[in-house]
């Protein structure tokens, strides 16, 4: 009888730490586009054909109800900020494993080829956790990822966002807003657009110093690269790999950048899939470095609009044309 008022009186303390637990996190952790992407993923589901994955500058540059105009497809947008690309390889397998996905458009950002320590710091990222719908690839993802200390941060999310419990008022006053619990859209400068798409007008000042050079690049992106062409082939699904434009400062604060386009052109010869390089866009009429970007490397509402334009054109075009929409520096 002793044995079992312990373990009641241990599983009451564990309930109780489960439950205080759950509403700091609902208090610290942020308003998160999760809580609208993964409602419209699961709704969509049936219909789901066309999948973008990529980091913050596929989410908000390229619109789904744009791309099935003309792609004639419907798609979703599950790119995440600060996706990589071993992240945007699972979350295509689950997609793969829970829809009828025929065509993938992984967006790209140079910056994940950088062969800079930074990027070797790629863990168990909840984000994506919880955007694996299917029980086989999380079981997956975390054989791959976790890590022992990672069992408090998944438990008490409220952990990594503890700096921020000024917001917690403004957090909790969201989450039971009617717009919130209804999964409509908020009245903020960046807000929730639909099917993963993050739609934003803002166009700020860009403060960021950025003078890197990819003369020496990443072997293990490119690795992870092949691996998700494999990934793609073995299922057949057809898979489109580009980057998006940036401000021209930005490409011109970056030395040797024509490294990383010759190497992703020459895989994408080797490998069979199209890589179209946006910074490369012939004219690039339209794109005004002042009014369609965010900062230097993220495209607006505006931006978006005249990108997704581009993006329709290169990858509904045959091989020919595609190629002909691009003036790649040559030698």
């Known amino acids: 009888m002793t044995h079992i008022k312990r373990l009641s009186k241990l599983a009451a303390v ?37 999948l973008i994955v990529g980091d913050s500058l596929t989410m908000y540059s390229v619109q789904p109800s744009l791309l099935d105009k003309n792609a ?51 863990g168990l990222s909840d984000i994506i956790l919880k955007r694996l719908n299917d029980p086989g690839v999380k079981a997956e993802y975390l054989r791959e990822k976790f890590k022992p200390d ?15 419990i000024t917001q917690a008022a403004s957090n909790v006053k969201t989450k039971l807003s ?48 092949k691996k998700t062409v494999e990934l793609c082939a ?15 400062a930005r490409m011109d604060s970056i030395k040797n950048y024509g490294v990383f386009l010759n190497a992703m052109l020459e895989m994408s010869e080797s490998c069979g899939f199209r890589y179209c390089d946006f910074n490369y866009y012939r004219g690039r009429g339209g794109l005004s470095d002042d009014t369609c970007f965010i900062n230097s490397s993220h495209l607006n509402g505006r931006g978006s609009e005249i990108f997704m334009d581009w993006f329709c054109k290169a990858f509904t075009a045959s091989d020919e044309e595609c190629g002909g929409l691009f003036d790649y520096p040559t030698g």
Request: proline fraction near 2%.
């Open 14 to 50: 564990i309930l109780a730490a489960v439950i205080v637990g759950g509403l700091i996190n609902f208090a610290l952790v942020p308003v998160m586009y999760e809580h609208w992407a993964q409602h419209d993923r699961n709704g969509y589901s049936d219909r789901i054909d066309t």
């Open 150 to 164: 990672d069992i408090f941060d998944l438990l008490f999310r409220s952990r990594v966002y503890s700096d921020k």
């Open 234 to 248: 073995a299922n057949g699904v057809k898979l489109n790999v580009f980057h998006t434009p940036m401000k021209y």
């Open 72 to 122: 004639k497809c419907f798609s979703f947008n599950s790119a995440t900020a600060a996706q990589f690309l071993d992240e945007s390889y699972y979350l295509i397998k689950d997609f793969i494993a829970r829809e009828h996905i025929k065509t993938v458009y992984l967006g790209l950002d140079y910056y994940r080829f950088y062969n800079v320590e930074a990027n070797d710091e790629n």
């Open 178 to 225: 009617y717009e919130y619990r209804h999964y409509l859209p908020l009245n903020e400068e960046s807000s929730y657009y639909d099917r993963g798409f993050v739609l934003t007008y803002r166009n700020e000042p860009e403060t960021e110093e950025h003078d890197i050079d990819l003369a020496n690049l990443r072997t293990a992106e490119f690795d992870m690269l």
